[in-house]
């Protein structure tokens, strides 16, 4: 992974709040919740998580754009393939 | 929420087992993994979340028409307009 | 289909929109169009389509609850069972 | 769009294709179909046209890394935000 440290930062925060999401909606099955109440707050942690996934995903095409044109010529198929695989499993989950 | 302690129990399983996927995710980015081996992990996150989604629907469904059967006639437009807008949140996140 | 002729005209209507769309969007790939252009439009008809997805279940839940309520008691795991699939069909898609 | 003509076949079939399947919901819709039996056609189309998004989207990060090996060092923040951007939108519908 080629964020820095900033980056890192950014993601590392969101995942801990996203955890701590998690960690109520378990608290709110536990204490009987209105089912509606919990789905709102599923939807809302499954909606940050794709925010995650997103923003992984801008850094590593910055990080591939930025090899190419370093690597200068060459197919980068490999490269493209693989993102295009997390791409997929991103849109399809 | 009308459901039985055994469902509950069972939500709580798979609400943990996520939340502790979420820090993992959180491990690999502070550790430095891979960006599309983090996003595997997101994808599979985001998709576990879903599943707790769409069991809650299940049981709420269960519960609306039982409730719709037992109270006999009369409109429940209240009732389906709730579990329609938490349908389309899931959906659209 | 319980729909009433107003609620079926609407779907019609939704869906030529969205089968213009889908034209529409063969007609840019024909023509050339700028990739990140074509994938607007691709994302606007698949949003479209998810919004009649959400009517149609939203007419179901409607219709199934109406049924429940005039059966009366009695269980109606099937009808759950295949709407709980439907959604899950469509979250996932 | 920097498809060759055979990408740009395949894709034209896949959206024909999409095409005569939402033209097919509509004559369901149109006849009184199940509302269950709609749906399922209207996840698997939402699935389709989501199918083609991807592939113009691995088309266009191909073009993109391609173009980025060619022009050498240099930014390319401008193409990365338009990608990530049309990557939202498609993960989000």
Not at 3 to 9: G, K, N, P, S
Not at 26 to 40: E, F, H, N, S
Not at 64 to 84: F, P
Request: aromatic share 2%.
């Amino acid at each position: 992974m080629a964020a820095t440290q900033t980056e890192r930062d950014a993601l590392l925060a969101r995942l801990h709040r996203i955890e701590g999401q998690v960690r109520g909606i378990a608290r709110m099955v536990d204490g009987g919740a209105y089912c509606i109440d919990v789905l709102t707050q599923v939807s809302a942690s499954t909606r940050a998580l794709q925010s995650v996934g997103l923003l992984l995903l801008d850094e590593h095409l910055h990080h591939c754009l930025a090899e190419a044109a370093q690597a200068g010529g060459g197919v980068h198929d490999e490269k493209v393939k693989e993102a295009s695989a997390a791409i997929a499993r991103l849109v399809r989950s």
